[in-house]
């Protein structure tokens, strides 16, 4: 997998455009969630894939190999994130789990089924799955960068260690630090509410 | 093994990335204590929350969209960057989506608006102006002396349009207070 990427990333540097449509279509998804899911906001996501997957052809030729495409990419999209995610902050009110759930189908009232200590089994309703989205998007920065590339994008704690430049031990405790506040966060609203 | 070894194996164990042996090691430990039995669960239940997330999938125009997007990207990337002025926007709009367009394009009508209501209250343009039209002496001096700097400045730095040419038509109907 990791060869064909870099011969895909050898024929872009000769201007073949179709290499780099190949490499597009296997990282476009996986790019379109981990931005979506950090930035909070679909609606932008699409927006920002693109700029990622621009960049990332302007600055090809420089990519030398020395990280696997998919890690350079990522770094590439962890700018762009933390960039807008600045800017959009900014203008938007910060989450809060007590304002009604916005989901695709408009806003739903929180009625919270009984969760049991059990978050992951009722997940499923979209409006939970909303709350899940909107309780990771009250995770610092750093936490959330960590979490959704490893437990949604499914990036491996040294990839990610290249991506952000910092120690694997670092990768290690900010997922744990994530995934502990995470779940006590689901569970002290469920509980708050009860 | 003491908890707080257990600790720092569970985001290992979490992710199933613990070796066989010290995976049971753990596994036996959290059999018999129930503060790391709970913070393992917790660990795997927010896993499962977040994984519970719908999978979101670019449009189908997507690579349409980027097609369109490369060649104007490539060609304003090899114009001379530069860090103000005009290539400095240039390389504003080449590292953007192409929303910033829009967002360059916008003050640049605002404005054009502001210049021509001006120009349009100097010409004395029907509509254009306030409602209540004194003649206000001074603003119209102020405007002609205005539009006779712009008409110099025309005639220094001549202009790739008609600009001049409509500035001196303006001039020539201006008189000197
Ligand atoms: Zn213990």
Known sequence: MEVADLLLVERCKQDDIEAYEALVDRYRNKILNYVARYSGSTADAEDLTQEVFIKAYLAIKKFRGQCSFQTWLFQIASNVCVDRFRRVRRDRVAYSLDEPVSTEDGEVEREIPDWSGDPESVAESRELQALVQKTLMTLSDKLRAVIVMHDLEGLRYEEIAEVLQIPIGTVKSRLFNARVELRNRLRSYVEGRA | ?177
């Open chain 2, 1 to 177: 093994m003491r908890c707080s070894r257990v600790r720092k194996l569970l985001t290992d164990y979490t992710d199933e990335a613990l070796s066989i042996g010290v995976e049971e090691q753990v596994r036996q430990h959290l059999g018999g204590c129930r503060e790391c039995a709970a913070l393992a669960a917790d660990l795997q239940s927010a896993v499962a929350a977040l994984q519970s997330l719908p999978r979101l999938e670019t449009s189908p125009d997507f690579t349409r969209q980027l097609r369109r997007h490369l060649p104007v990207a490539v060609a304003l990337s090899r114009r001379a960057p530069a860090r103000t002025g005009l290539a400095g926007w240039l390389s504003y709009l080449r590292s953007g989506s192409p929303r910033r367009f829009g967002a360059v394009l916008a003050p640049i009508a605002v404005g054009l608006s502001v210049l021509l209501y001006v120009w349009g209250m100097h010409l004395g343009l029907p509509g254009v102006g306030p409602a209540t039209a004194e003649p206000v002496i001074s603003e119209d001096a102020y405007l002609a002396a205005m539009a006779r700097e712009h008409a110099s400045y025309a005639t220094k730095q001549p202009l790739a349009d008609s600009s001049a040419a409509i500035l001196r038509v303006t001039l020539a109907g201006t008189k000197a207070p």
